[in-house]
């Protein structure tokens, strides 16, 4: 299972961030870590029986928010960084 530098390089355009050679090569070895490690997860996965799995996914673990963030603290950082918008929102390309 080895991700190829053309992979990196797709992955890094659809996340706007540009990498050097070796900034590259370090992913692709992080990337190989990454997908051995789902690859034995599903492994596992696949010995849980069906009826064990819905008992599984439907627990749900929540926390009390102690210390919330004033209420619109973020969002000109967060819409300053969309590639398009318009107002107080992001434009995105509209998908049927």
Same mark, same amino acid.
């Given at each position: 299972m080895s991700v190829g530098i053309e992979t990196i390089e797709k992955l890094a355009a659809l996340?706007? *961030?540009?990498? #050097?050679?070796?900034?590259?090569?370090k992913m692709r070895g992080e990337f190989d870590s990454i997908l051995e490690y789902v690859a034995a997860i599903s492994r596992i996965s696949s010995d849980i029986p069906e009826d064990?799995?819905?008992?599984?996914?439907? *627990?749900?673990? #929540?926390r009390e928010d102690n210390e919330p963030h004033e209420s619109g603290l973020y969002t000109e950082s967060l819409l300053a960084a969309a590639p398009r918008r318009q107002e107080d929102y992001i434009c995105v390309k509209k998908i049927l």
């Open positions: 996340s706007r *961030i540009s990498l #050097t050679a070796e900034e590259k090569e064990a799995r819905s008992i599984i996914a439907s *627990i749900n673990i #929540t």
